[in-house]
Nanobody, 116 residues
Framework: QVQLVESGGGLVQAGGSLRLSCAASGSIGSMNAMGWYRQAPGKQREVVARIGSGGVATYADSVKDRFTISSDHAKSTVSLQMNSLKPDDTAVYHC??????????WGQGTQVTVSS
């Protein structure tokens, strides 16, 4: 059984920074991709950033040049450095993992609140 656990969320003022971390445990096998998604009240979940096993990262336009995703393939961990946070970034952030056998796993989420 694979489990993803996020940490690092909290309350910050606009312009501040947070670093989210996600650690995977269990029989993962081989990782294909990891990423971060977020969901605000009344809105659908949206992709924030993804990183493949080859290290290629992609970002939502709304977070480009502010957020940076990184991963450690050996440890099956992924982090999201969030700088210059805006109130619009307020959401529950979820960690995502996809294996090369097409299994998909989601973390329980960590709350990020940015005050104005």
């Amino acid at each position: 059984q694979v489990q993803l656990v996020e940490s690092g969320g909290g309350l910050v003022q606009a312009g501040g920074s947070l670093r989210l971390s996600c650690a995977a445990s269990g029989s993962i096998g081989s990782m294909n991709a990891m990423g971060w998604y977020r969901q605000a009240p009344g809105k659908q979940r949206e992709v924030v950033a993804r990183i493949g096993s080859g290290g290629v990262a992609t970002y939502a336009d709304s977070v480009k040049d502010r957020f940076t995703i990184s991963s450690d393939h050996a440890k099956s961990t992924v982090s999201l450095q969030m700088n210059s946070l805006k109130p619009d970034d307020t959401a529950v952030y979820h960690c995502y993992l996809r294996t090369r056998l097409s299994y998909e796993y989601w973390g329980q989420g960590t709350q990020v609140t940015v005050s104005s």
